[in-house]
């Protein structure tokens, strides 16, 4: 079998060369791209091999399948890279395979089909036990995998458009049975790489990596009408090992939501966020934050590292959102550079945050908010410093933000921080903070802590691949 091939390969190759000689115009359909990835493919194919046609109206669902389908045979072997090329792909929801790139052209456009029947219906997410929209099931995202490893979605900048105006509609009407697909969801997946693609009017999250580990999502652009409903970014969720970096988003919901399951369902599924750093984000989300930690954080969320954030018109910086019934934890939080402008709070935690999966939440089950550093941060034309909430008789503990240069706007509000149920410390911040961050300043010298060490994730380094179009 293996010569075989190699003998078809070899006549492919010679008559190339011979129409080249010929001066026949063949560069076109010659053409290679160069990407960066975790890992490189032996085995290539492009969606026109299986009958898919780029006019924005055939539809293609039938076509990625049996690309994937076909494709997996190849993840022992090398695994397998499936082209996009120029043209607008009008599909529903398919599903991936390991050891498997899906590279988009830069004119690629994967259109999602605004046709509930293109979508298949799962069950309920168990760390959250009801969809968010719906109680029953939820709508498989577009583009979808559970269980694999090694999962590559990249390209030169190709799209991906949700056409999310149909299911806002039916979302605001009332009118969903399930919960609205995301763009990209991976379900208990190991090695993940998302990179240098646009997403565009998600019908509502973007990028879900859940249950999931070692994880990089690089080079993303992200935009959805402003207005838009839960279009969030990218949302970690229960995830280890993440690392999101040169991401520009603008975004109906927060730009990126880390979470960790709902109430006593994230409890008794425990899974956590953990080892997440989020740098050079670009952001501007102006009915939500740049970053929020929950609400839902009921498996918990740990060591989080947030660096080089850059917001417009964003209505916080890195926001703390739960709940009594939430359980759990968020500590170990280090955010260092943020340039803000234009918002209504720099700082921003709530421990009311009303939204719950039913009514069977435990009242008992306290959050634990602990070890939150905020580090040099500029900011200008905000309404308020800070509004820190936390929960009666479960204060939110070892806040510490120093060297924060916070320039109010000319209508700013007349109380510039509001803190009830929170203890920590600051130095170097402006305006002069409210009494309950008046902690001990012991350990202050060197500003609030932002760790040392590397994380796993930060040592994966990306190879360069290319894809041979023929
Ligand atoms: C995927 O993995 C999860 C967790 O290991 C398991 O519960 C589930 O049954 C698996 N699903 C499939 C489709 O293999
Ligand atoms: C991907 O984006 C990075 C910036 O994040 C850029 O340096 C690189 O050239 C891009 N690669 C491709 C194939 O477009
Ligand atoms: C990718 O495309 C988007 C949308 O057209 C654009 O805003 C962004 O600047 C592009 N990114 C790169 C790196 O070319
Ligand atoms: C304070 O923060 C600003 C803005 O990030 C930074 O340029 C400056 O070096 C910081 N100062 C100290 C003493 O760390
Ligand atoms: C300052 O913020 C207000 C909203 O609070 C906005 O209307 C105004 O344009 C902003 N000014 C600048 C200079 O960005």
Partial sequence: MKNILSCIVTIITLSFLTTNAQGRKVSQSYETYEYTAITCRSHSAS?????????????????????????SQYSSDGGAQLFVPAGKWLTGSFSLTSHFTLFLHKD??????????????????????????????????????????????????????????????????????????????????????????????????????????????????????VKSPNTDGINPDSCTNT????????????????????????????????????????????????IALGSEMSGGIEDVRAEEITAYQTESGVRIKTAVGRGAFVRNVYVRGMRLHTMKWVFWMTGNYKAHADSHYD???????????????????????????????????????????????????????????????????????????????EKMDGGCEFPSDVLEIDNVELKSCSYQMN
């Fill in 243 to 290: 690392r999101i970096e040169d991401c520009y988003i603008i975004s109906g919901d927060d730009c990126v939501a880390v979470k960790s399951g709902w109430d006593e369902y994230g409890i008794s599924f425990g899974m956590p966020t953990k080892h997440l750093i989020i740098r050079r984000l670009t952001c501007i989300s102006p009915y939500s934050a740049a």
């Fill in 47 to 71: 969606i026109t091999d299986f009958g898919g046609v780029g006019d924005g109206k055939t539809l293609n669902t039938k076509a990625f399948q049996s690309a994937v389908d076909h494709l």
């Fill in 108 to 225: 690629a456009t994967l259109l999602a089909a605004q046709d509930l029947e293109e979508y298949l219906v799962l069950k309920a997410l168990p760390s959250y036990g009801r969809g968010r929209d719906a109680a029953g099931g939820r709508f498989a995202s577009l583009v979808f995998g559970t269980n694999l490893s090694d999962v590559i979605i990249t390209g030169n900048n190709g799209t991906i458009d949700g056409q999310g105006s149909f299911w806002w509609q039916k979302f605001h009407g009332g009118k969903l049975k399930y919960t609205r697909p995301y763009l990209i969801e991976l379900m208990f997946s190991d090695t993940i790489q998302i990179s240098n693609i646009t997403l565009i009017d998600s019908p509502s999250w973007n990028i879900h990596p859940v249950y999931s580990s070692n994880i990089i999502v690089k080079g993303v652009t992200i935009i959805a009408p």
């Fill in 363 to 441: 009242p008992h089950a306290l959050p634990e908010i602990t070890g939150i550093n905020y580090r040099d941060i500029v900011a200008e034309n905000v309404s308020m410093a800070g509004r820190l909430e936390g929960i009666s008789g479960d204060p939110f503990k070892g806040i510490c933000i120093s060297n924060a240069t916070i320039s109010m706007a000319v209508k700013h509000k007349k109380v510039m921080w509001m803190c009830s149920d929170v203890e920590g410390v600051t130095s170097g911040v402006d305006p002069k903070p409210c009494d309950l961050l008046d902690g001990k300043q």
